[in-house]
Nanobody, 116 residues
Framework: QVQLVESGGGLVQPGGSLRLSCAAS????????MGWYRQTPGKQRELVAT???????NYADSVKGRFTISRLNAKNTVYLQMNSLTPEDTAVYYC??????????WGQGTQVTVSS
């Protein structure tokens, strides 16, 4: 079956950096738009960033200039480099795979906590 497995989350101080990874299996990775979403208690899941099969990216306004999404198709992996982190970035971050306009697969999530 298809699996998306996130890693790289953890506790980081304000102003610090983390890099999240999402390793995909069971799908033709290069055919999918990949994305990162995040969710905090009591709030709906929100888009963070996406990258399509051609490398075109899209970011939420709140993370533009601080986060960078990238993909390495040869490794079936999508990354999220997060810099200048603030407490407002604290959330569970989820990896997503989209095919022909539909979000069809989700990872289990990885916790990112920004605190001193």
């Amino acid at each position: 079956q298809v699996q998306l497995v996130e890693s790289g989350g953890g506790l980081v101080q304000p102003g610090g950096s983390l890099r999240l990874s999402c390793a995909a299996s069971g799908l033709i990775f290069s055919s999918f738009t990949m994305g990162w979403y995040r969710q905090t208690p009591g709030k709906q899941r929100e888009l963070v960033a996406t990258i399509n099969r051609g490398g075109s990216t899209n970011y939420a306004d709140s993370v533009k200039g601080r986060f960078t999404i990238s993909r390495l198709n040869a490794k079936n992996t999508v990354y999220l480099q997060m810099n200048s982190l603030t407490p407002e970035d604290t959330a569970v971050y989820y990896c997503n795979a989209e095919f022909r306009g539909s979000s069809v697969y989700w990872g289990q999530g990885t916790q990112v906590t920004v605190s001193s």
